[in-house]
């Protein structure tokens, strides 16, 4: 079908943990996935929405980091990679724990209120059970938003700490990202720690509704080195006083 109806460069992917078909619209030069009947991805794609409400910066730092992903080359599950529903946790995750927090905790705001601030944010919701896990989060965004406004960053200063989080004080050996949480919890609390050449766990980031299931579990030693070592990089190209377009400059294998 859409081999009829004009789309290009389609692939499918029928043995990954959720079969897939990639396709490209060449209409509007968009890469496109669809998957059927993974009602789990609804109410992930309807949290991220939900976050990217409550602070303006966040839609723009997510794609900075998404095109830094894209043009160093490590972007690609396939290829033992990060996806970019992996990057955009980790960019939620970096907003929950800047001081003051950019953005709240959806899901613990859902567990009843908290005083976040000074200010009372979130109640007490039933749960919503989809696929035997728990997919209840806090939804009324209006009473969010300004949520980080106590928080004065600049765009700009959110993309250097994002790296130097990443690359300097992260531990990818001792800690998984979790943003249902809302700030990283230690693997050992999960039982995923990097026991093995073969193990899922060598870069962890915890689905936020699935929480047996590892964002980054595709992420092989070798390529989280990989990933480090572009992280460090681009630390480094900023804290060098370095501009974006060096940052997001397209990987050569030369390099």
């Keep these: 079908m859409l081999k009829i109806n004009g789309y290009q460069k389609i692939l499918a992917i029928p043995t990954a943990r959720v079969p897939i078909v990639k396709f490209k619209d060449p209409s509007t030069n968009l890469s496109c996935d669809i998957c059927m009947n993974n009602l789990l991805a609804i109410y992930?794609?309807?949290?991220?929405?939900?976050?990217?409400?409550?602070?303006?910066?966040?839609?723009?730092?997510?794609y900075v980091v998404k095109r830094w992903a894209k043009r160093r080359k490590i972007n690609e599950p396939s290829l033992g990679t990060l996806s970019s529903y992996g990057y955009i946790n980790l960019v939620i995750s970096f907003l929950q724990t800047r001081d003051p927090p950019i953005l709240p905790c959806l899901q613990e705001l859902a567990n009843g209120p908290k005083i976040i601030n000074g200010k009372e944010y979130g109640e007490l919701l039933d749960d919503v059970m989809v696929d035997g896990f728990n997919c209840k989060y806090y939804n009324d965004i209006s009473k969010l938003i300004g949520f980080g406004l106590q928080n004065k960053e600049s765009l700009g200063s959110l993309v250097f700490h994002f790296f130097q989080t990443y690359s300097r004080e992260f531990s990818f050996m001792n800690q998984v990202v979790s943003i249902r949480n809302g700030s990283p919890i230690l693997k050992s609390s999960k039982t995923w720690e990097s026991i093995s050449k073969k193990s899922h766990y060598w870069f962890s980031i915890e689905d936020p509704f699935e929480i047996t299931h590892n964002l980054a579990r595709v992420v092989n030693r070798p390529n989280l080195s990989i990933i480090i070592s572009e992280l460090n990089r681009a630390y480094k190209l900023l804290s060098k006083n370095s501009n974006l377009h060096k940052v997001l400059r397209e990987y050569h294998n030369e390099e």
Excluded: A
């Excluded at 409400?53 to 730092?61: A, F, N, S, V």
């Design 44 to 62: 992930n794609t309807r949290l991220v929405q939900d976050y990217s409400k409550i602070d303006e910066r966040m839609k723009p730092l997510v």
